[in-house]
């Protein structure tokens, strides 16, 4: 009759817990104060220097402050002060928006919430005039800087946020091609009311594509000699 066995049963061997797929982890440089030139329009670091032309673009501007942290502006005084905070932060970096077009500075935008461990920068702060709005500058502002924190910087990671109800901003980052992410539920107090914010990113495994069809609907070829876009720039697929 064979004897017991003393030995104490061992558990069997459990898998690795998965983990996320290893990325290079050096910091990513921050962006600078230098302009960015385009087809149609120019980028250039936000500066006092912009407070008239900006004062003038912002008049009758009326429900485009709707879903800003900031505006309307009761006096051009004022409005200097604001532009004088944005012209000396490191976090967000703006850019005074200057369309070929008109040759007048006619809004801004920024790049913020800047994350150089993390390879994670913002596109936000955007202003565009209603004269700019939806306008081929307009894009290519936007453009300009995504294509700077992904191409130049190296960022991984490309974020789009807004306020819930701005219909206009989530339209904008679909037809840019972020991806939809979810929603943060009273996430702010904004002007004394509740804001709950949608976030949508671009990742760079995605940013050639997107990237590529920008710049197509950009392209000379793309307007015909009013201006007019011969093709439309939709949602990219996820």
Known sequence: MSKPSDATPQPASLPPPPVGPEVDPTPRPLPARVPHRGASVTLEPLGIRHAEELWEAVQ?????????????????????????????????????????ISGRALGWLTLMEIQPA??????GNIWFSPRMQRSRAATEAMFLLMRHAMDDLGYRRLVWKCNALNAPSRRAAARLGFTFEGEHRAHMVVKGRRRDTVWFSILEDEWPARRDAIAAWLAEKNFDHLGRARASLGARPA
């Open 60 to 100: 009758g501007a009326g429900d485009s402050w709707a879903y800003m942290g900031y505006g309307p502006f009761p006096d051009a005084v004022s409005f200097r002060r604001f532009l004088g905070g944005f012209a000396t932060t490191h976090d967000p970096i703006a850019w005074a928006v200057r369309p070929h």
């Open 118 to 123: 993390n390879a994670a920068i913002e596109l």
